[in-house]
């Protein structure tokens, strides 16, 4: 499974159609078929994934046990506003009002590559973040991945 990679600055027009930069539509190539989807973040923050990952995910929480009220609550919450997007024959796509405005989408965004997905921030909440990076990086590079060392499989 390849990673998608980059950082893509982008704007939203008056409609909120943002377009897919070029560099970024290249890791994209079943996107005009299969179609995007589009999420909330953890964060104040928009993710998109492709069809097949999103498929992924939704069989994954298809496993959880339902009977368990944090579970139907994380689901509910997960899952809350997704839509699908697709690309128009411009090759830009709807992003949708209710999701730009839970993040406080503007119409300066940074599309952030994160592994299996893309995160869509406003500008300036996506600045303000990377900002307040941590006093010593390294220090938590070996909280974070110092054990990957000692799993046994060297």
Known sequence: M?????EFDCKLDAKGR?????GLKKQLPEADKEGLVI???FEKHLVIYTRKEWDKIVD????????????????????????ELSLDASGRVLLPKA?????????????????????VWDQTAY??????????????AEEVM???GRRGDE
Do not use: W
Not at 2 to 6: D, K, P
Not at 130 to 140: G, H, R, T, V
């Open 127 to 140: 600045d303000e973040q990377m900002d307040s990076a941590p006093e010593n990086f390294a220090n938590l």
């Open 99 to 119: 999701l730009t405005e839970y993040a406080g989408i503007g119409t300066e965004v940074v599309l952030s590559c994160q592994f299996n997905k893309i995160e």
């Open 18 to 22: 943002m377009m897919i930069p070029a």
């Open 60 to 83: 994954d929480l298809s496993k959880l046990n339902q009977y368990e009220k944090k579970t139907r609550e994380f689901i509910r919450y997960f899952t809350r506003g997704a839509t």
């Open 2 to 6: 390849s990673h998608f990679l980059g």
């Open 39 to 41: 999420n909330r973040g």
């Open 146 to 148: 110092g054990g990957l």
